[in-house]
């Protein structure tokens, strides 16, 4: 593996990892007004919990997969080898990200229907 393909790998894990990190539980904002600060945050961490179940390991393994298969056609419909193969990894950091993100998003949505069903006004 030349070095110029280390570092592409390396670029591509931060720009999922950047990605990944747009999104969390803690943008979520909570109205609290007449609400009991230790409760909410016992709250907020159960809610958290319930979250935890969001498949975003598998979201990010599968768009990397799905990304890759589509890349790697169309670099091979456009050119050779090499270029499918580029394609293919091109196409799996894409599928990675929209996974991961798509992961990060349903994990605060769970997290705001969770604190709605217990009484919070959630103002995002």
Known sequence: MSRSDEMNKCLALMIVAGLTACTTTDDIIVD??????????????????YSSEVKTGEK??????SGAVVG????????????????????????????????SREEVQVVKQCLRGRGYKVLN
């Open 32 to 49: 609290r007004k007449g609400v009991d600060p230790a409760k909410y945050q016992q709250d907020l961490a159960e809610c958290q919990g």
């Open 72 to 103: 790697g056609l169309i670099g091979a419909a456009v050119g050779n080898s090499r270029d499918a193969q580029r394609g293919a990894g091109a196409g799996a950091v894409s599928g990675a990200a929209r996974g991961a993100s798509e992961g």
């Open 60 to 65: 990010t393994a599968r768009g990397a997969a």
